[in-house]
């Protein structure tokens, strides 16, 4: 049963937008975490190379919130991506509209049909307003490589909602970060 949620909003075209760390008895994900995440969904893309400070900056975030954690963050991104899709009167839902273009380039990676299955299994939860996370956790232990799995489709899906919905690269990472961020400042102690 899905746990309560704290709503992660800002206004964006068209208005609010946004779901929240889960508010059910558990910490929900690290704000660090989530960071982190964007951080790593925000690698570059078209063929460029990370750099060697990228991959080591890249190996601390993974060791610091552990592959369980980034998995976990990378779900809220792709949980909180996906409600920034409004269909409208008429328009294919989010399943119809989301899903095919994101695994038809998830697919091209050359991730194992197993992962990519899964994917789509997190991107279909998401886009029905489940959370993903809580949807993945039913299939038992996180599987080998699974987190890159998480990692790209986070990726991927950015890069649908900057182009397709927001039209300005990097937007959707710069909006979420600026959350967190301010999120972090209102709970820091002392405010």
């Not at 704290?6 to 989530?34: C, E, H, K, N, W």
């Not at 095919?100 to 307003?129: C, H, I, N, S, W």
């Amino acid at each position: 049963m899905p746990g309560r949620r704290r709503a992660l909003s800002f206004m964006g075209q068209g208005g609010r937008y946004g779901r929240g760390m889960t508010d059910s008895g558990d910490a929900g994900v690290p704000s660090g975490a989530i960071l982190a995440a964007i951080t790593m969904a925000g690698a570059p893309s078209s063929g460029e190379e990370p750099s060697e400070a990228f991959a080591e900056e890249i190996a601390v975030l993974v060791r610091t919130w552990g592959i369980p954690g980034m998995t976990q963050a990378f779900s809220f991104l792709i949980d909180v991506a996906m409600t920034l899709v409004e269909p409208g009167s008429g328009s294919p839902d989010r399943v119809h509209q989301v899903l095919p273009a994101v695994l038809t380039r998830l697919g091209q990676t050359g991730l194992p049909k197993p992962l990519l299955a899964t994917m789509a299994g997190a991107l279909a939860a998401a886009a029905l307003e489940e959370d993903s996370w809580q949807w993945r956790q039913g299939l038992g232990p996180l599987t080998s490589g699974e987190a890159l799995a998480w990692c790209y489709t986070a990726h991927l899906l950015a890069d649908f909602i900057d182009t397709i919905v927001l039209g300005s690269p990097g937007e959707f990472t710069r909006r979420v970060t600026a959350i967190v961020l301010a999120g972090e400042e209102r709970e820091a102690p002392g405010r």
